[in-house]
C-alpha cells in the first residue's frame, strides 16, 4: 500500500488497525483495513515497490500523521507483545 492510498482509507474511516513492527534492523508498518471481501493486511510500501522500512518509531509516527493516521500499535522487539502508540 502506498502512503496516498493509505490516506484515502483513513479518510474514509476504513483503517481497523496499524502495527509497526521490528523488521530488517528498522520498523516496517502493517495496516489492516476493511474491503468488500473482509479485512485485509497489507504492508506500507516504497514507491517502487516491497515493504517500506522505517530507521526510527518516530520516522513510522511522522509518516503516519502525515497521512492522517494518529494512532498505531507496536510489537515491542524484545517481548513480542504490542504496545499502543498514540501518536
Known amino acids: 500500500m502506498d502512503q496516498p492510498k ?3 482509507l483513513a ?6 488497525r496499524i502495527i509497526a513492527k521490528p523488521d530488517s534492523g ?3 508498518v502493517l495496516i489492516q483495513h476493511k474491503t468488500l471481501a473482509g479485512l485485509h493486511i ?7 515497490g516491497g515493504a517500506r ?3 526510527t518509531l ?10 492522517g493516521v494518529l494512532e498505531f500499535c507496536v510489537i515491542n522487539p524484545r517481548s513480542g507483545e504490542e ?3 498514540g501518536r
Open 58 to 67: 518516530d520516522a513510522v509516527a511522522r509518516t503516519l500523521r502525515a497521512a
Open 26 to 28: 528498522g520498523w516496517v
Open 83 to 85: 504496545s499502543s502508540d
Open 42 to 48: 497489507e504492508p506500507l510500501e516504497r514507491q517502487r
Open 53 to 55: 522500512v522505517f530507521a
Open 6 to 8: 493509505l490516506s484515502t
Open 11 to 16: 479518510a474514509a474511516g476504513t483503517i481497523e
